[in-house]
């Protein structure tokens, strides 16, 4: 086998993996990326709260491992609790998706600075999703495309 013909073989391959890849629907991107980071979010938000108040235990760590400049623990931890219950229904749902998509970019960034710096791999797969559905949208199987709130997701 030349060294012409294996890079040909090696050009089809790719040629095939990307014309593959050009009929994977962004709507089940845009779902994926709605959905795995929500997860994350409502079920950190659930060990916040005990039906709806705030654990002890909740208002323990911003006062003394979260430590976030400027905002008072007990509201740092009121506000996330209530963001990561909020953002992340509103992203299942598709419905604010880039609103909610930004919030919570912005949370994961106060996370990454001041909570869990060493934490960035995690932090930069979450901003990752987040980007996208800023980018681009929810996509077609969304409540913000089904009412006609995102024009570019549908």
């Known amino acids: 086998m030349t060294m012409f013909s294996r890079t040909s073989s090696l050009s089809n391959l790719i040629g095939c993996v990307n014309a593959l890849g050009e009929h994977l629907p962004y709507s089940l991107v845009a779902l994926a990326a ?6 994350i979010f409502w079920n950190s938000g659930r060990t916040k709260v005990e ?7 909740a208002l323990f760590l911003f006062e003394n491992e979260y430590a976030l400049p400027v905002i008072p623990p007990e509201l740092a931890a009121r506000l996330a609790a209530t963001a990561e219950h909020v953002f992340p ?15 919570l970019l912005g949370m994961t960034a106060a996370i990454q600075i001041f909570v869990y710096p060493s934490a960035w791999q995690t932090h930069g797969l979450w901003a990752v999703c987040f980007l996208i559905l800023i980018a681009r ?4 199987w969304s409540l913000d495309a089904m009412l006609g709130l995102d024009s570019r997701s549908r």
Do not use: Y
Request: aromatic content about 4%; proline content about 9%.
């Open 34 to 39: 709605r959905l795995l980071p929500a997860i």
């Open 137 to 140: 949208g929810p996509g077609a």
């Open 89 to 103: 229904i509103l992203l299942v749902l598709g419905l604010m998706t880039r609103f909610s998509a930004l919030a």
């Open 51 to 57: 039906g709806l108040t705030l654990k002890p235990s």
